[in-house]
């Protein structure tokens, strides 16, 4: 083999087999042959019903891609052993599968397909019939259909291995002795007896008759022994006749049939600990947590940062947004940008927002690169400023969230003739959500940030005549008198927004409180986090098969309340921050130690001798002892009128 040499046209040795491709990437110059690279694979069994012909071609148009990096731009003579493919590259009236094939290779300078016979294409011919074991081609073959024939008593005679195991069940043993040795019935005392059907324990089920309802399981339940206990709630959860149904359809299916003492609590654990189920399923329980309160008291002591786009490149080829939003004021400054790198973010924060109102105590952004960047990280701890990111997928965090859709709907109404023009307006509408009353304090940004009132267009319209410029500058009593006014307004302005964004926000959270759930989370807990759905152009990037769920995930540092950092075990993955909103305990099921001793009894069973039995010559007939009428009255429910 050898290395590639551009000055020289390549040569693409292809050739197909009834289950293979196989390719050869080689050059002649100077006399000489030489190989770059070889490639194979195997067909699936859709292409495995190609005619020999299309085979052929498909061969062709599979080494043009995978020898793409050596070919684009390159002159590219091909030597197959179909005689057919000659005319490929130059038919002009195919359709359907080879018409994609001859649009792919148009792109590249095919100077000839030349045939060459099978017998003297030595090179490619092997690649095409790699040898592989008969069993893994059989296996190889498209699930087309469900096999619904599964018979689950495959191989085992099912009551005679249950019977076997009464036997061998401590607790069972001593009742069916007990029936065994009576001879002449007697009744319980308490509950349903137990009854022996050819040497099968079944308890005799007294079904509550109720007129709404029809009697839905059978009379006798087959008594389950400990050690089959499991094997038969796996049966009724994981078979695909049941479907990993939850908990009350798989207690119904065993419960109608069959009869242990801890039934419940055994399919509640089980169903609870099945790791497809918690993978698979959605959680009806609502995952978030209770909203936490943030208060701020006083302007431009927190600020929140987030860039929006790309949009659409305009004439002074910005693509970008910096939205920074005052946690206090709610007062909003809008940068359009044409890169986001970190030293351009930190240029403009510096320049036009410290530089003007100060610095903040806190900043708020998300993990984009640009925010956890060294550079922006060193100036933010230079200016002696704490910085806050906000969990992954979870942008409710950051009140710049809730900005940037007010803005989205403004930018698509002014750029709806020409959306290159986007950010001819951005000012304009910075403006107006300036002036614009905020519900959360009651007041407008601008007034909370100057103690003013903003003049706004419509105030030259109706607005009072000005009767003229001053000649002479205000004198220092006027300026007194202005600045005792102003700090007296803004004092009155501070405390009712204090009280009003604290009366709203206690009304919020309230209202958002309703649909969530209390939860705790600690370090080292095994948990599950939801898999976020990547999108391109609106198309969610994950299949409708896939798992909503990945894991299982440890929590290894915990930040907060509500965020951690999480990794994922199955390959060591950090998954970064993490809200609790995405996150569910992992039950695991080897963990699970189920009690050594189980009562197979309730507590009016526990005396075997309640319970009889008479035996007739015929082992298939069945009498059943008289159970003692209850002195309660029972009484059908208040329904339907009656």
């Excluded at 070919?71 to 018409?99: H, N, P, Y």
């Excluded at 006027?478 to 009366?503: C, G, M, P, T």
């Amino acid at each position: 083999m050898n290395t590639p040499n551009f000055q020289h046209p390549f040569i693409l040795e292809v050739d197909a087999c009834a289950y293979g491709l196989g390719a050869v990437l080689a050059q002649e110059y100077n006399g000489e042959k030489f190989v770059i690279a070889y490639a194979s694979r195997t067909l699936s069994s859709a292409e495995r019903n190609y005619s020999s012909t299309e085979r052929e071609a498909l061969a062709i148009v599979w080494a043009t891609k995978h020898f793409r990096p050596y070919l684009e731009g390159m002159e590219i003579f091909i030597r197959t052993d179909c005689q057919a493919l000659q005319w490929l590259k130059e038919s002009k009236d195919v359709t359907g599968r080879l018409a994609r094939w001859a649009m792919h290779l148009a792109a590249f300078q095919i100077k000839e397909i030349k045939y060459r016979p099978g017998a003297t294409n030595t090179n490619s011919d092997p690649l095409s019939r790699y040898p592989q074991e008969e069993s893994s081609l059989n296996n190889q073959c498209e699930v087309t259909e469900i096999d619904t024939i599964i018979n689950i008593w495959e191989n085992t005679n099912m009551l005679d291995e249950i019977r076997e195991e009464q036997q061998k069940d401590k607790q069972l043993k001593q009742i069916i002795d007990n029936l065994l040795k009576q001879s002449t019935p007697t009744f319980s005392s308490s509950r349903s007896p137990y009854v022996l059907v050819n040497g099968l324990l079944y308890k005799i089920r007294q079904t509550i008759k109720n007129q709404d309802h029809r009697v839905i399981s059978n009379k006798h339940l087959l008594v389950i022994p400990t050690s089959m206990q499991d094997k038969l709630i796996t049966w009724a959860h994981d078979h695909p006749m049941a479907g990993h149904a939850g908990r009350t359809k798989t207690i119904h299916r065993l419960i109608s049939r069959v009869y242990w003492i801890t039934m419940r609590k055994d399919v509640h654990k089980y169903v609870q600990h099945c790791t497809l189920c918690q993978q698979f399923k959605y959680n009806n329980q609502p995952m978030s947590m209770p909203m936490k309160m943030h208060l701020v008291t006083e302007p431009w002591h927190t600020i929140g940062i987030d860039i929006m786009g790309p949009f659409p490149i305009t004439q002074r080829q910005k693509q970008f947004l910096l939205v920074i939003v005052d946690y206090f004021t709610r007062w909003v400054e809008l940068f359009p940008l044409r890169t986001t790198t970190a030293d351009v973010i930190a240029n403009v924060i510096i320049n036009e927002v410290f530089c003007r109102y100060g610095m903040p105590t806190f900043i708020l952004s998300d993990n984009g690169p640009q925010f956890i960047a060294d550079l922006f990280t060193e100036t933010c701890k230079a200016l002696g400023i704490r910085r806050k990111l906000t969990a992954a997928y979870h942008a409710q965090t950051n009140m710049t969230e809730r900005v940037n859709r007010t803005l989205k709907q403004q930018i698509r109404i002014y750029a709806l003739q020409n959306h290159k023009l986007w950010d001819k307006e951005i000012q304009k509408l910075a403006f107006a959500i300036r002036t614009s009353v905020n519900e959360t304090t009651g007041e407008t940004p601008g007034f909370l940030n100057f103690g003013r009132d903003l003049k706004i267009p419509l105030d030259l319209i109706i607005g009072e005549k000005v009767q003229g410029s001053p000649t002479d500058l205000p004198n220092n009593n006027v300026i007194q008198q202005y600045k005792s006014n102003l700090i007296d307004n803004l004092k009155k302005a501070f405390n009712i927004a204090r009280e009003y964004a604290e009366v709203q926000k206690w009304q919020q959270k309230s209202q958002y409180d309703k649909h969530t759930t209390s939860r705790q989370f600690e370090v080292g807990q095994l948990v599950w986090v939801t898999v976020p759905a990547g999108q391109i152009s609106g198309h969610n990037l994950s299949g409708k098969m896939s798992a909503p769920f990945q894991g299982p995930c440890k929590i290894m540092e915990k930040i907060s309340s509500s965020t951690f950092i999480v990794k994922r075990l199955s390959d060591n993955v950090n998954l970064g921050t993490v809200n609790a909103d995405r996150m569910k305990p992992f039950y695991d099921r080897q963990q699970h130690n189920r009690s050594d001793s189980k009562l197979m009894l309730d507590e009016g069973d526990r005396t075997p001798k309640n319970a009889k039995i008479i035996h007739s010559n015929n082992q298939d007939s069945l009498i059943s002892t008289a159970v003692r009428a209850s002195s309660r009255n029972h009484r059908a429910p208040a329904r339907y009128g009656h």
